[in-house]
């Protein structure tokens, strides 16, 4: 049957939250119970995504639907779970999903990847519920046949406690987010307020709400840009993958037109895109056909808009995931503009800064934004794998906070792990954007922290000791006395002043607890030798004695900012006794 020149697709709803919170197990549920649910033929399975038609959605949300007609199709769910297909699914400037659903298991709240997820939503302004998964692992919970209200109010008062303080929890967590957000049932304005809808995906609870309220969502507020024309196909790289007998394939997801097995079409890579013929279009067997292990692909001629499609081709090696595909219908040259437009990072690079590589355009969009949000500079961003160059490239920067790369889902290469283990380039390597940053934080805190006492050792630093009186070791040639830092820090060959001035000696050696010892702080005491002193002339117990400090280094500590108070007060002192002599000392 030809399909109509303009018709309403079904929206793409990406399903995201952190890991074994349940994404998969409600996906299982929807393709079990819509195959259970299905007249033959009705549900299909596309590559990464699984077609859940109106009738099917009819048939499990029972009466909730009843009497209620749609113009939508269906729901097209992404069944590669998680962020990661999310943030690759993309056009320019937003992403591919119409409506997302956030799994959340109830018993366990926000975790790094429910945070990153909400981010990544709000980023690209995706309309998303939440689902409130495992809430029949609440302690006493009791599945009841009914809508999620009554379901409620019929559990048992301690039950039902449990239950709405673990909902209080998660909207507190969604306003500490600035997102508005309730239970479905008490919601008068879906644009302004995110939807809670507790399910159990191992039992199928709340299910048929979910799939009512997502059904809802698009009708009323999705329609106009689901109308699409049935013209040539456009559509988003998926995965890159390698198939025995067929070679390099590419998994797409087509979000509007038609592609057909005898089109020409264009895909972006990380250089120029490539323009190639369809050797074959492949679709997933039907969900009932899928165990049959002896072809996994039926090919098949044409597809249209919404649905997941594997293609043959030639030249696919250098395609990236995320990137866009054109049917070209004699506009070649306009295509291979428009996606060179999309595949670039359109963001300004700064003269220095850290590097950045990742696995997709859309999630290093993502790892870009969240970065720029840190205030981090970005020389370098990249799609692909850490390689050698790249760890040479970034231990070449001359700011050690700059000799860092975050790679998010990728491989560091083994050429790339031998030339990182002869440099002090750090690399983040992690498959969760908000793991990164984390690390990141406790990381440049640390760098600050260990630059600054690199900074300090190179200057002499503001001290003040006390001669203790009872410990004299030696008087002479050279005085060895026990002293008590007050304040700052003394170290060898450091010059030590009395208050009025005079150069007293200078430190040859200190010793704690009988060990030779480099530096002692605040609240140490230690045993140090002087020369060229004597113990009863020069100095005597309870003197009070200073780092002799040159002019120079004393302005650039105090400009430096490092100092504590107690160290600030000492600085100060030092400048009172120079400038009884030289009243520009440190200036």
């Given at each position: 049957?030809?399909?109509?020149?303009?018709?309403?697709?079904?929206?793409?709803?990406?399903?995201?939250?952190?890991?074994?919170?349940?994404?998969?197990?409600?996906?299982?549920?929807?393709?079990?119970?819509?195959?259970?649910?299905?007249?033959?033929?009705?549900?299909?399975?596309?590559?990464?995504?699984?077609?859940?038609?109106?009738?099917?959605?009819?048939?499990?949300?029972?009466?909730?639907?009843?009497?209620?007609?749609?113009?939508?199709?269906?729901?097209?769910?992404?069944?590669?779970?998680?962020?990661?297909?999310?943030?690759?699914?993309?056009?320019?400037?937003?992403?591919?999903?119409?409506?997302a659903?956030?799994?959340?298991?109830?018993?366990?709240?926000?975790?790094?990847?429910?945070?990153?997820?909400?981010?990544?939503?709000?980023?690209?302004?995706?309309?998303?519920?939440?689902?409130?998964?495992k809430?029949?692992?609440?302690?006493?919970?009791?599945?009841?046949?009914?809508?999620?209200?009554?379901?409620?109010?019929?559990?048992?008062?301690?039950?039902?406690?449990i239950?709405?303080?673990?909902?209080?929890?998660?909207?507190?967590?969604?306003?500490?987010?600035?997102?508005?957000?309730?239970?479905?049932?008490?919601?008068?304005?879906?644009?302004?307020?995110?939807?809670?809808?507790?399910?159990?995906?191992?039992?199928?609870?709340?299910?048929?709400?979910?799939?009512?309220?997502l059904?809802?969502?698009?009708?009323?507020?999705?329609?106009?840009?689901?109308?699409?024309?049935?013209?040539?196909?456009?559509?988003?790289?998926?995965?890159?993958?390698?198939?025995?007998?067929?070679g390099?394939?590419?998994?797409?997801?087509?979000?509007?037109?038609?592609?057909t097995?005898?089109?020409?079409?264009?895909?972006?890579?990380?250089?120029?895109?490539?323009?190639?013929?369809?050797?074959?279009?492949?679709?997933?067997?039907?969900?009932?056909?899928?165990?049959?292990?002896?072809?996994?692909?039926?090919?098949?001629?044409?597809?249209?808009?919404?649905?997941?499609?594997?293609?043959?081709?030639?030249?696919?090696?250098?395609?990236?995931?995320g990137?866009?595909?054109?049917?070209?219908?004699?506009?070649?040259?306009?295509?291979?503009?428009?996606?060179?437009?999309?595949?670039k990072?359109?963001?300004?690079?700064?003269?220095?800064?850290?590097?950045?590589?990742?696995?997709?355009?859309?999630?290093?969009?993502?790892?870009?934004?969240e970065?720029?949000?840190?205030?981090?500079n970005?020389?370098?961003?990249?799609?692909?794998?850490?390689?050698?160059?790249?760890?040479?490239?970034?231990?070449?920067?001359?700011?050690?906070?700059?000799?860092?790369?975050?790679?998010?889902?990728?491989?560091?290469?083994?050429?790339?792990k031998?030339?990182?283990?002869?440099?002090?380039?750090?690399?983040?390597?992690?498959?969760v954007?908000?793991?990164?940053?984390?690390?990141?934080?406790?990381?440049?805190?640390?760098?600050?922290?260990?630059?600054?006492?690199?900074?300090?050792?190179?200057?002499?630093?503001?001290?003040?000791?006390?001669?203790?009186?009872?410990?004299?070791?030696?008087v002479?040639?050279?005085?060895?006395?026990?002293?008590?830092?007050l304040?700052?820090?003394?170290?060898?060959?450091?010059?030590?002043?009395?208050?009025?001035?005079?150069?007293?000696?200078?430190?040859?050696?200190?010793?704690?607890?009988?060990?030779?010892?480099?530096?002692?702080?605040?609240?140490?005491?230690?045993?140090?030798?002087?020369?060229?002193?004597?113990?009863?002339?020069?100095?005597?117990?309870?003197?009070?004695?200073?780092?002799?400090?040159?002019?120079?280094?004393?302005?650039?500590?105090?400009?430096?900012?490092?100092?504590?108070?107690?160290?600030?007060?000492?600085?100060?002192?030092?400048?009172?006794?120079?400038?009884?002599?030289?009243?520009?000392?440190?200036?």
């Amino acid at each position: 049957m030809a399909t109509p020149s303009k018709y309403v697709r079904q929206p793409i709803v990406s399903v995201l939250g952190h890991v074994d919170h349940g994404k998969t197990s409600f996906l299982d549920f929807i393709r079990g119970s819509t195959v259970a649910a299905r007249e033959s033929g009705a549900i299909t399975q596309h590559i990464g995504a699984t077609e859940v038609p109106i009738d099917v959605i009819h048939n499990v949300c029972g009466d909730l639907l009843k009497g209620k007609k749609f113009t939508l199709p269906g729901l097209l769910f992404i069944d590669t779970p998680g962020h990661h297909a999310f943030t690759t699914l993309r056009t320019r400037g937003g992403s591919l999903a119409d409506l997302a659903v956030v799994i959340v298991d109830i018993n366990d709240g926000f975790k790094p990847q429910t945070y990153e997820s909400i981010n990544i939503l709000k980023q690209y302004k995706t309309p998303f519920i939440v689902a409130a998964n495992k809430i029949d692992a609440i302690s006493g919970w009791q599945t009841i046949d009914n809508i999620a209200k009554i379901r409620i109010e019929k559990q048992r008062p301690v039950v039902k406690t449990i239950f709405e303080e673990k909902i209080y929890d998660m909207i507190g967590t969604l306003f500490e987010n600035k997102l508005q957000s309730d239970l479905y049932f008490n919601i008068a304005d879906f644009r302004k307020t995110v939807a809670i809808v507790p399910i159990s995906a191992k039992k199928g609870e709340g299910i048929p709400e979910l799939l009512m309220t997502l059904v809802g969502l698009a009708q009323r507020f999705l329609e106009e840009q689901l109308h699409i024309e049935s013209g040539p196909g456009k559509g988003s790289v998926l995965e890159v993958k390698e198939e025995v007998g067929l070679g390099t394939t590419i998994d797409a997801i087509i979000y509007n037109g038609t592609i057909t097995s005898n089109d020409k079409i264009v895909i972006g890579t990380k250089g120029e895109p490539v323009v190639t013929g369809i050797k074959a279009l492949l679709k997933p067997k039907p969900l009932d056909e899928i165990r049959d292990p002896r072809e996994r692909f039926d090919i098949v001629k044409e597809v249209h808009a919404a649905c997941g499609i594997k293609i043959s081709s030639p030249n696919l090696g250098n395609v990236v995931p995320g990137a866009p595909i054109r049917v070209v219908k004699n506009n070649l040259e306009e295509l291979i503009e428009e996606i060179k437009s999309q595949t670039k990072i359109d963001f300004e690079l700064d003269e220095q800064g850290i590097m950045i590589k990742a696995d997709t355009i859309g999630s290093l969009e993502a790892l870009i934004k969240e970065s720029r949000d840190k205030g981090i500079n970005i020389r370098k961003a990249e799609i692909g794998n850490v390689s050698k160059r790249d760890i040479i490239e970034a231990a070449a920067t001359t700011d050690p906070l700059n000799k860092l790369i975050f790679a998010f889902n990728i491989k560091i290469l083994p050429e790339a792990k031998d030339e990182l283990a002869n440099t002090d380039t750090t690399v983040f390597n992690e498959d969760v954007i908000y793991t990164i940053m984390e690390n990141y934080d406790e990381w440049i805190e640390k760098k600050k922290a260990e630059i600054e006492r690199e900074r300090r050792q190179e200057y002499i630093h503001p001290g003040m000791i006390k001669f203790l009186p009872e410990y004299v070791f030696r008087v002479s040639h050279p005085a060895v006395i026990g002293v008590r830092v007050l304040a700052g820090r003394i170290k060898n060959g450091t010059k030590l002043m009395k208050n009025d001035g005079r150069i007293i000696g200078t430190i040859k050696g200190m010793q704690s607890e009988n060990k030779p010892v480099e530096e002692a702080i605040q609240g140490q005491e230690v045993a140090i030798s002087i020369e060229g002193v004597t113990v009863g002339r020069q100095i005597k117990g309870e003197d009070i004695f200073y780092t002799d400090i040159p002019g120079s280094d004393a302005k650039k500590i105090r400009d430096m900012g490092v100092l504590n108070l107690d160290e600030k007060d000492v600085l100060n002192k030092i400048f009172e006794i120079k400038r009884k002599t030289d009243k520009f000392w440190g200036m």
